[in-house]
């Protein structure tokens, strides 16, 4: 049976049991690819911002307590700069 491929995904798991009230109600872990890791050291160096975007699901099987996470690279939505005029 072949790995499953945990690159750039993660879970997180609703945590039952705190041990103190300010402990977080959610806590889980994320992989980075060693592609993404790059891409944010070569953002970091040249001092732009670095934001990904995160997705999250409920497990198929229909059980709760825990959401799947997955990340992509954000892109900002483009504009149409040929369609700046205003219509008479």
């Known amino acids: 049976m072949a790995d ?3 690159r750039d995904k993660g879970v997180i798991f609703f945590r039952k049991e705190k041990k103190t009230e300010k402990a977080p109600d959610w ?3 994320f992989e980075f690819s060693t592609d993404t890791l790059k891409k944010l050291i070569e953002k970091a160096k040249a001092g732009e911002p670095i934001k990904y975007n995160i997705s999250g699901w409920w497990p198929k099987d229909g059980t709760k307590g825990r959401i799947g996470l997955s990340v992509d690279n954000y892109e900002p939505k ?3 700069s040929l369609n ?3 219509p008479f």
Do not use: I, S
């Open 84 to 86: 700046d005029e205003v």
């Open 4 to 6: 499953y491929d945990n």
């Open 78 to 80: 483009k504009t149409d």
């Open 27 to 29: 806590g889980g872990h």
